[in-house]
């Protein structure tokens, strides 16, 4: 398998659960990120990880919990969301973390907040 | 404040002519620039990029213009197929001394070609 792969593709849950989404890249990338796409607006920028190491937390509340235990797999790990957190959740990598260098997508979690 | 804008949120194009989407910015320290594709349940995929000592970069059917003085970009589709119906994202950064988390995206343009 290559790329980077997202599970789970779609995920619903009440506010007062706990949930993770997964990510796992086989491209031998250092750095991994999550994007959180809503309707109609760009993509927003979560977190980073660099070298397993986050870089960047983009003033995201703290019911979203990061968690990157190895340069191949990064966690979002969700408690007590809103309905207004429903969005496309995406996970990238790239080689480093170098301005300007392409990103490498999965294809999202598609997450409903009831 | 959006400092990457892709002003039409969709466009429609015959098969076989040009597609030409657009994207403006605001930000004059953002030096590289991305286009990226993206497929109903797919991740974005990377398309084609430019810096800016360039004004135009080309990859086959897809072509890149960029115009500083303006700060705006385009990005040209011949022939258009098909298959190129999809949502484009406009991507920029600014690459000396920054990292990636600071690539900002526009809201994406919808292309549908007509066949």
């Known amino acids: 398998e290559t790329g980077v792969t997202q599970t789970p593709r779609h995920l619903v849950m009440g506010m007062t659960n706990k949930k993770s989404l997964k990510c796992e890249q086989h491209l031998g990338h250092n750095a991994m990120y999550w994007y959180k796409q809503s309707a109609k607006k760009p993509l927003e920028l979560m977190f980073v990880y660099n070298f397993k190491e986050q870089t960047e937390n983009n003033s995201v509340p703290s019911r979203f919990s990061p968690e990157c235990p190895n340069s191949s797999h990064l966690f979002l790990h969700l408690h007590t969301l809103q309905p207004e957190d429903s969005a496309l959740y995406l996970c990238?990598?790239?080689?480093?973390?170098?301005?300007?260098?392409?990103?490498?997508f999965g294809s999202g979690t598609q997450l409903s907040v009831l | 404040d959006q400092q990457v804008k892709q002003n039409s949120p969709s466009l429609s194009v015959q098969e076989g002519r040009i597609s030409i989407l657009n994207c403006d910015y605001t930000?004059?320290?953002?030096?590289?620039f991305l286009w990226y594709k993206k497929y109903p349940a797919e991740g974005p995929t990377f398309l084609i990029s430019i810096s800016s000592i360039k004004d135009k970069n080309e990859d086959g059917r897809f072509t890149v213009f960029l115009n500083k003085s303006a700060k705006h970009l385009s990005l040209h589709i011949v022939p258009s197929q098909p298959g190129d119906s999809a949502v484009y994202f406009c991507a920029a950064s600014a690459s000396r001394g920054f990292g990636n988390e600071k690539l900002t995206f526009g809201t994406g343009t919808r292309l549908t070609i007509i066949p």
């Open positions: 930000n004059s320290m953002f030096d590289y």
């Open positions: 990238a990598s790239s080689q480093d973390r170098q301005g300007g260098e392409k990103l490498f």
